[in-house]
């Protein structure tokens, strides 16, 4: 596994990834039992079949399926992945909140970390990965703007800064250095976004802890992480009507058509229709 294991480090896969893939190549070679070289179109069948059968999500079979493929195409150069198809994902529409429901969460967010936290992910519609990485030196108020470093995709882009952040925000710019992360995991008040030698970035967990607690005692009865304030972003934007191809760039996205998700959430156009019971 040590040859596949530096493949994937010298094309740039994630840590993430790169564990992911060892993972599912390392399961079906148990599940086989047989040499690499030997294995045939119908073990690879049986295992995805295995994973089915387990009630693994399309989402876990097809990681699955491109781990198996990058080892025995792109490795082993066997090529008998022609004939074998992906997994069917199911497609789900993105939960979105309210105004009004981002309002109570703000307003009953009263520790002025998490306030700032719950904003920045709302009012940027960065992803919670890229959020715990932003640093001072990506934050220009000058511009209101924010770089988004080495995002998914490890590209950067740049997004829009809210003018009610400006305050806490160069708040913490007097208190910290250049290289030093916005959300640290100090406690206490607005001090405690401080970053010491000693301080490390709060984890994506953490983040998932604050916004779920925050929904809660908002009284939200969806299911709310820190991606449902990225796809209410978009969504707002949409009904606001900016234009599909800036919001494609604010979020990142590579394809228009993974942006186009929000045009079936957003109440824009389905506000002007009047429901026959009415």
Known sequence: MSGLRQEMKLRGFSIRTVESYLHYVEEFLRFANV????????????????LADKKYSASTLNTAYSAL???????LHRKFFINLPRMKKSKYLPVVLSKEEINRMIEVTTNPK????ISLLYGTGVRVGELVRIKMCDIDLD??????????GK????????NKLT??????????KADDYLFTNGRGGVN?????????RLTEASIQKIV????????????????????????????NGTDIRYIQELLGHTKLETTQIYTKVATSSLQKIKSPLD
């Open 35 to 50: 040499d690499p070289k030997c294995v045939k179109q119908k073990d690879i069948r049986d295992y995805l079949e295995y």
């Open 143 to 152: 511009r209101k703007m924010l770089r988004v470093f080495q995002g998914k």
């Open 155 to 162: 590209k950067d882009r740049m997004v829009i800064l809210p």
């Open 192 to 200: 405690a976004l401080l970053s010491t030698s000693r301080s490390s």
């Open 114 to 117: 998490h306030n700032c936290i």
């Open 69 to 75: 493929f990058f080892y025995f195409d792109n490795i």
């Open 167 to 176: 305050p806490i925000l160069e708040r913490q710019s007097e208190l910290k």
């Open 212 to 239: 779920g607690h925050s929904a809660e005692v908002a009284g939200i009865k969806k299911n709310v992480s820190p991606h449902t304030l990225r796809h209410s972003f978009a969504t707002h934007l949409l009904e």
